[in-house]
């Protein structure tokens, strides 16, 4: 198999840590047991060379929108920032549009610029930072937008941890909120990021009811992955299901490396690790030339 790709990438380097772009503190960082030298930001050629011990070709990179920008605490990576490591390193990244419902009409022309200027494969959102269900009418010209530029939207679904000790966010991410959501623009590919803990069983429900309902595996080490959920990847649902990290929350080489404990299928593994996000984005197919990196987890 090709390398592999990961759908859910934070930038998440020395310069956004420098200038307060990230969203967490360190009581989050210190409760996801992340490593010292990852709290200080990692550099963009350094986490290359982790995806490649990983065997992964290519991550989505989110400039993510994480709250009003009017309220303390919120934070947002300039959509520049992304585009300026997927310009640099074109075979190893793509973006991914954060989007905040406050923006109003400002938004959409972001969304539009950053997709039709940019390149961007698709969008991003953090509905705990807005308080607002997935459902909510807010974001709705937001995924008429994404319909009309024929892009997926990943949205967090499930609870969401405390990211800041002096503000905590509601968990409005419930899966079965995406119910609506697909039935009313059927055209839009949904995409459950979190794999919906503690509701699992009800994203697998989403996602086996609609035909534009997807499901991200990150956040959560495949090792934790409950049980149900590894058997739909590899068997009904192989094609809904995508991989991810939301790095820098799990280490990619950590991820590859459990994701083959799972013992998938061939065909299944394929599609989770590489196919169905090259479908869903419309990513290229032929990989990067010359790039015959072993994954050094796939004979385990």
């Not at 956004?16 to 967490?24: E, F, M, R, T, V």
């Not at 920008?69 to 990576?77: E, H, P």
């Not at 973006?95 to 905040?100: E, F, N, S, T």
């Not at 949904?190 to 309902?213: C, F, Q, R, Y």
Request: aromatic letters at 10%.
């Amino acid at each position: 198999m090709k390398g592999a790709i990961d759908i859910v990438v934070n930038l998440s380097t020395p310069k956004q840590k420098k200038a307060g772009q990230l969203p967490s503190d360190d009581s989050f960082r210190t409760q996801v047991r992340q490593p010292e030298e990852v709290r200080k930001g990692v550099t963009i050629p350094d986490y290359i060379k982790r995806m490649d011990r990983a065997g992964i070709e290519r991550s989505l990179l989110i400039a993510a929108r994480c709250g009003d920008r009017r309220i303390k605490g919120s934070t947002f990576i300039p959509y520049e920032s992304v585009h300026e490591v997927c310009e640099k390193y074109p075979t190893r990244f793509s973006g991914l549009a954060g989007v905040d419902p406050t923006r109003g009409m400002e938004q959409l022309r972001e969304l539009e610029y950053a997709v039709k200027k940019l390149g961007f494969v698709g969008a991003h959102l953090y509905p705990h930072w807005f308080g607002l269900a997935p459902d909510a009418a807010q974001y709705y010209p937001i995924y008429a937008k994404c319909c009309e530029l024929g892009i997926p939207i990943m949205m967090q679904v499930g609870h969401n941890l405390v990211y800041q000790r002096d503000r905590r966010l509601p968990s409005v991410g419930r899966p079965i909120t995406l119910d609506r959501v697909a039935i009313d623009f059927p055209d839009l590919v949904l995409i459950g990021i979190h794999i919906g803990i503690p509701w699992t069983d009800e994203m697998i429900s989403m996602a086996w009811k609609h035909e534009n309902v997807f499901i991200g595996g990150d956040a959560y080490a495949p090792k934790h992955w409950p049980k149900q959920l590894i058997h739909y990847a590899n068997t009904y649902g192989q094609d809904k299901f995508l991989f991810g990290t939301d790095w820098p929350v799990i280490d990619p080489e950590r991820a590859m490396r459990e994701v083959e404990e799972h013992n998938y299928r061939p065909e299944p593994k394929q599609k989770i690790l590489r196919d169905n996000a090259i479908k869903l984005f419309g990513l290229p197919k032929s990989g990067i030339k010359g790039w015959n990196h072993k994954n050094p987890y796939a004979d385990l």
